[in-house]
């Protein structure tokens, strides 16, 4: 392998450095827009005597240039610069009809006529280092204005961008569901537990805060709950009989263990990682892994744990078979200001008919 060559893959990545060179302000703020990204840098000016002073100390690899300047005019100007030692990409932009010909004997690598389009310019700067000899020229917008032509394209980018996010969000719930079954795989004796119990916790948090459902990392928290339990022996985890002290206080460890293994993911930050630790609080402050009371522990968390608790109780595990949903029921009154925060007891009691459905159809769904 050529070292040298290694050596510069593993370099930081050095921004484009483009030259906007245009005696028309407006023209100027569209293009620094347009190419306002990480993989550019941008310096502009409205004249090619300014245009020499700033490109003798800061050499940029690429000058979009207006043909018709005060001054010296853009075709000389294009000629001092490919004429120099380790010249530019110059890209002529005109409003006239410059011949193919005259530019490339300026030495520019390619020609936009004004009014262009900003994907078209983009396209092309992406287009110069894959072809270093041919002169590129970009189709010209006939009578369009320019700022027409930039509003139409912004919003062809706008439907574009909403389109790949809403591609993205679909792949990270698929991301996130594939690894959930994957932690269910683990634990087999919890059945579908996460997409129920994640089902139980959106309809509590609909009723007990519906301003929570604003932060898009909770859902996914609600799924990843139990990813400590990577970290769990199988053998306590599937104990069929009950835990001595100490393995349930390895078990006490996965919600810790949990935001350990998430915290620096930017899709759970927020009210997502703050569920993922404190799932396991008790409104009495009996619970772990921080032994926090009341509203200590963070709603999401506090909502999330009775719908945790719905789903355990109406479950068969290896040490009990399920209590009925009345029995269930039951319990969670039981525990109203003890376990649970009155408030998501309120919010159970108006939607036990619903929660009871969901558990009902996703019961039909695993059996």
């Not at 550019?40 to 018709?68: H, K, N, Y």
């Amino acid at each position: 392998m050529d070292t040298s060559q290694l050596y510069r893959d593993l370099l930081p990545h050095r921004r484009r450095r483009v030259l906007v060179v245009d005696d028309d302000p407006t023209l100027r703020l569209l293009l620094r827009t347009t190419l306002a990204a990480d993989e550019f840098e941008i310096e502009e000016v409205g004249s090619a005597e300014e245009a020499r002073e700033v490109a003798r100390f800061w050499r940029p690899s690429v000058v979009l240039l207006d043909v018709q300047l005060p001054g010296l005019d853009g075709l000389s100007f294009c000629r001092q610069l490919t004429n120099a030692a380790d010249p530019p990409s110059v890209v002529m932009l005109t409003g006239s009809r410059v011949g193919a010909e005259e530019a490339r004997e300026a030495g520019a690598r390619a020609i936009l006529t004004k009014p262009f389009s900003p994907l078209d310019l983009i396209a092309l700067m992406d287009e110069l280092d894959e072809t270093p000899t041919e002169l590129l020229v970009a189709r010209s917008e006939g009578d369009a204005e320019q700022l027409l032509v930039y509003a139409r394209d912004l919003s062809r980018i706008v439907e574009v961008e909403r389109a790949q996010r809403r591609l993205l969000q679909h792949a990270y719930r698929q991301t996130v569901a594939a690894l959930a079954d994957a932690l269910e795989a683990k634990d087999p004796g919890t059945g579908r537990h996460a997409q129920r119990v994640q089902h139980y916790a959106l309809t509590l948090t609909e009723t007990a805060e519906p301003g929570l459902l604003d932060d898009p990392s909770l859902e996914y928290g609600f799924l990843l709950h139990d990813v400590g339990k990577i970290g769990i022996a199988d053998r306590i985890l599937n104990k069929p009989g009950p835990l001595t002290d100490d393995e349930r206080g390895v078990i006490e460890l996965h919600p810790t263990i949990g935001e350990e293994i998430l915290s620096g993911v930017a899709l759970l930050e927020g009210e997502g990682l703050r569920v993922v630790r404190s799932h396991h609080e008790r409104w009495d402050g009996l619970g772990y892994p921080g032994g926090l009371v009341g509203d200590q522990i963070p709603l999401g968390a506090r909502i999330f744990a009775l719908a945790d608790a719905l789903d355990a109780m109406t479950s068969d595990r290896p040490y009990r078979p399920a209590l009925s949903w009345e029995e269930a029921t039951d319990e969670i009154l039981s525990q109203d200001g003890s376990q649970f925060d009155p408030k998501v007891v309120r919010a159970f009691c108006t939607r036990e008919r619903q929660l009871r459905r969901t558990y009902e159809e996703l019961s039909v769904v695993a059996a």
